[in-house]
């Protein structure tokens, strides 16, 4: 299962760009991290937001794979005259025969959660093999000197906000085992619901974080990066298996 963002499209850049992400800040860190790497998979593009801002620093050649159409429609125009190559595929069934100098994913896909002192692999694919069989895929399509870069989030809790236009924005969370459900809302001030999304997660905790990451063929340990990206080369070039 992924969750696709449909209902919430027309709100989300709305969401991030009120102090859900700071892409100035991603983009810079990620530039210093790549160093010369310009051949980047990106997984969960969204709606383009931290690629039109990488862009602006470096010549990279970036695919962007997302499996909602409607985030992709927007990433269409925002990127419409940057070298970019979009796709719209679940990334679980990803097949390509490129290799890739970074792949980069900052919570479309996965995501690391720093959360109870340990930092934690949080998925939309809710099936944890699938999970085990993507990390393993992901380095597979690493070229040699390659890199993987996973955005860290902080703990998911509950909240409510104004953002921009007059809208608030909410979000519930609730846990059990190693789901986590969570609920986007937009409403107006009157209370009026605009658009809602429900989502539900997998995530491995630390020691099993760090486990699937060796076993899918990384390298045993990590590099934080600025307290925004966990970053990993893999151990030895390898087949998908």
Known sequence: MINEYVEIANYYDNLLTSGY??????????????????????????TGLLTEKMLSLANYKIVGVD????????AK???????????????????????????????????VV????????YSHITDPEKNKQLLAKLHSQLDEGGLLALGI???????????????????????EGNYVDKWYVFSQANGEIKSEQFCRFYFF?????????????????YQIIDGKFLALPPRTPALYR
């Open 21 to 46: 992400f700071d892409f100035n800040f991603l983009s810079n860190t990620l530039y210093n991290l790549l160093g010369a790497r310009r051949k980047v998979l990106d997984i969960g593009i969204g």
């Open 67 to 74: 499996f909602s159409p409607r985030m992709l429609e927007i």
């Open 77 to 111: 125009k925002r990127l419409a005259n940057l070298d970019v190559k979009l796709i719209c595929e679940d990334i679980t069934e990803f097949e390509t025969e490129e290799k890739f100098e970074a792949i980069v994913s900052t919570g479309g896909v996965i995501c």
């Open 114 to 121: 720093e959360e109870d002192g340990e930092y934690r692999i």
């Open 153 to 175: 989030q902080g703990t998911h809790t509950n909240y409510k906000k104004e953002i921009k236009d007059r809208i608030f924005y909410e979000q519930k969370i609730k846990k």
């Open 205 to 221: 905790d630390g020691q099993q974080t760090t486990q699937a990451l060796i076993d899918a063929g990384f390298k045993q340990g």
